[in-house]
């Protein structure tokens, strides 16, 4: 009996000694699951070996699982993270048409300045008109006279012209942004007067084209930006009473294209550089409807060198268009104001899209009481001006194609 008692005693005791350390693993691993009833805290405290303020509550376990499954706020609560939001794309605003209006041959008798002193430019165009003008991206003209009240008229010259100064205002509220003195009444009262038209120009922030101080600011274009294409404006004479009226090295004047070399040399610098390359050409006959062929010879030339539109003055009417290897070309835009008569007469719009195609539309329009008006019925012109022309054709909505 004392061997099976002692037995036992010995059994109890090696299985104590294999219980008591599972115990104590089991309440480490399971704090208040594997711990006896009524165990204290200092008992586990002992049985971790941590302190016990580093040992997580029942609330934390809780908050833990609920974190763990997925809840990101304490006892299930949501919580809105403040994520920045994402900006909506937007589309790009689209580029709009650049549209470059030209008209022809300009001149201010004491008529108009009298209309103008009185009405102001209302008094010159009618609102539509002005529209035209003014809302266009540039508006390019012939200035054929010199802001001047120096010098003296040349002498055994027909007609002479000449405007004071202060007039400059008349072409700023026609919207006037470039003009061409490339012509044969710019030099009327002699170099001095010349100087001050170009003076006067300066200062009312219109670029000048065709003439300068000297050849190498005459033959120079003026360079403008307008909706991201950049656009070279070139203009030249080849009509001009004397050969004192050219420009040279040391000498104000006019850039002539009686000899077309630097003018062709110009363009090909110019194509080279921008976008878009405009030559604004004095030639022809006066009252002629016919170009002569001298015209379209240089024309072709041009556009050879790397024109990309051509647009001719001088005749004081109106003359056809042609279509050089895709270019036009604008023989005569005849007079816009210039004197008194009632003449039919357009306004050319160039519009270039954002791809740098070329369309060509005419503003028609007249002088109706000494106030320029668009014309409500151009049809018999357009086909006058179809006629006119070697190819080319004016649609109804007076826009000019190549024709078939």
Same mark, same amino acid.
């Given at each position: ?19 008591? =350390? ?8 399971? =704090? ?41 706020? =304490?006892?299930? @609560? ?21 549209? !470059? ?17 009185? #009405? ?51 072409? @700023? ?79 104000? #004047?006019?850039? @002539? ?48 060198? #790397? ?55 005419? !503003? ?13 019925? =151009? ?11 070697? #190819? ?13």
């Amino acid at each position: 009996m004392k061997s099976l008692l002692k037995g036992m005693g010995i059994g109890l005791a090696a299985g104590a000694v294999i219980l008591i =350390p599972l115990c104590l693993y089991f309440i480490f691993l399971f =704090p208040g699951n594997g711990a006896p009833s009524g165990q204290d805290s200092q008992s586990q405290e002992l049985a971790s070996g941590l302190p016990e303020d580093t040992l997580p509550s029942s609330e934390d376990l809780e908050e833990d699982a609920a974190l763990a499954e997925g809840d990101g706020s =304490p006892s299930g @609560q949501e919580e809105t993270l403040n994520e920045p939001a994402e900006e909506p794309e937007t589309e790009p605003e689209p580029v709009p048409d650049t549209v !470059i209006s030209f008209a022809g041959d300009v001149m201010f008798p004491s008529h108009y300045l009298s209309a103008y002193d009185q #009405g102001g430019i209302h008094a010159i165009a009618d609102e539509g008109m002005l529209a035209h003008m003014q809302e266009s991206d540039l508006f390019v003209l012939n200035e054929e006279f010199p802001y001047s009240l120096r010098g003296e008229p040349m002498p055994d010259k027909q007609y002479t012209f000449r405007t004071d100064p202060k007039y400059v205002t008349m072409l @700023q509220d026609l919207g006037t942004d470039i003009v061409t003195v490339a012509n044969n009444h710019a030099l009327d009262f002699g170099q001095d007067a010349f100087c001050d038209t170009l003076d006067t120009l300066m200062q009312a922030d219109i670029a000048c084209i065709g003439g300068g101080y000297d050849i190498a600011q005459a033959s120079a274009p003026a360079i403008r930006t307008v909706n991201g294409q950049t656009f070279a404006f070139l203009g030249a004479t080849r009509v001009s009473p004397a050969y004192e009226w050219y420009a040279t090295d040391s000498q104000p #004047g006019l850039f @002539q294209t009686y000899d077309p070399t630097l003018l062709n040399q110009r363009i090909a610098e110019a194509d080279a550089q921008y976008d878009h390359v405009i030559v604004f050409v004095h030639w022809g006959i006066e009252r002629n409807e016919t170009p002569e062929e001298y015209q379209r010879v240089l024309a072709q030339g041009y556009i050879e060198a #790397g024109a990309d539109l051509i647009v001719g003055c001088h005749p004081h009417v109106l003359q056809g268009f042609e279509y050089y290897q895709g270019v036009p070309i604008v023989y005569s835009l005849g007079n816009y104001l210039f004197d008194s008569r009632t003449g039919e007469t357009v306004l050319l719009k160039a519009i270039f899209s954002p791809e740098g195609d070329l369309s060509l539309q005419l !503003i028609p329009c007249r002088r109706e009481s000494e106030v320029l008006t668009q014309m409500e019925d =151009p049809s018999s012109l357009y086909q006058h001006l179809t006629e006119l022309s070697f #190819g080319a054709q004016v649609s109804e909505d007076g826009m000019i194609s190549a024709g078939n």
